[in-house]
């Protein structure tokens, strides 16, 4: 399946390449470039080759550019008004920047990327204009697929997608909101991209997890969520409500039946065997046998 639009570990700049489709309401760039708005100032950080960057630029952006690749930051330079070459973790900033002002600050699948994420959304608030906002696109770590794997006993890493081995940091919901409250942000827009389980490129078993399992997985709130694209301001905003969704607990009920279910399976089992006399015999002498049903051992 295709990436999140991050780079494959020691691949050339050819590998940021995607093609931004405004018209597809499932991609983390549209959001991002929806989210940012038309005719703003804007620092992106992480432009790879510059995809997204000719986008906000086709739609009056002035965008300051920072790329660590240097072969994938020359690319995306015609884009630019200006483009700094290096890690925004070990910049600078009011070097860099100076009285330089931003409407927009992106870090499209960048923050799971850096060693101190909290300093670094701390740090660009001072960059913001007085109505500015950050716009971010996130990896789920809570996608189904990732919790089929977890429940078969497997967190595999891969080159790329929700478990790519470059990643230094996983994030929830619950997590990308603490993320931003922390740093002194209110997240006033939540977007995300969808994914189903069979695309992932996390790989799910079908002979590993049953299926009611994995209907009961997929149900869950943000099961299928493969990013969050969200838009966060300076300031404080309301607490993030929780999810409802079934509870997690059913998941038990399905996987260890409780007693009165594991008991009807064994009187069927039972009456396959031995058919109906069988079941009568135990009812005659139900002290005999009982005990052994519930434990999951039909008594004889």
Known sequence: MRAIGEPTPDAGPATYDIEVDLDNPNMSQTHVVLLTGEGKDVLEVGTATGATTRVLKERGCRVTGVEVDPDAAERARPHCERMLVGDIEAMDLAEAFGAQRFDVIIFADVLEHLVHPERILADVRGLLSADGAVVASIPNVAHASVR???????????????????????????????????????????????????????????????????????????????????????????????????PLAALWDLREPGPARRAARRLASVRRREGWRGIARRAATPWRWLPGLLRGRVGR
């Open 148 to 246: 089929l794997a977890l429940l078969a006993g497997r967190f595999d890493y891969t080159d790329r997608g929700l478990l790519d081995r470059t990643h230094l940091r996983f994030y929830t919901r619950g997590t990308v909101d603490e993320l931003f409250r922390d740093t002194g942000y209110a997240i006033e827009r939540w977007e995300r991209v969808a994914l189903d389980v069979v695309d992932s490129d996390v790989e799910v078993r079908s002979d590993e997890i049953p299926p009611a399992i994995v209907r009961r997985v997929v149900a869950e709130p943000d099961a299928l969520t493969y990013q969050f694209v969200v838009r966060a301001r300076p300031g404080v905003g309301p607490a993030l409500e929780p999810p409802v969704g079934p």
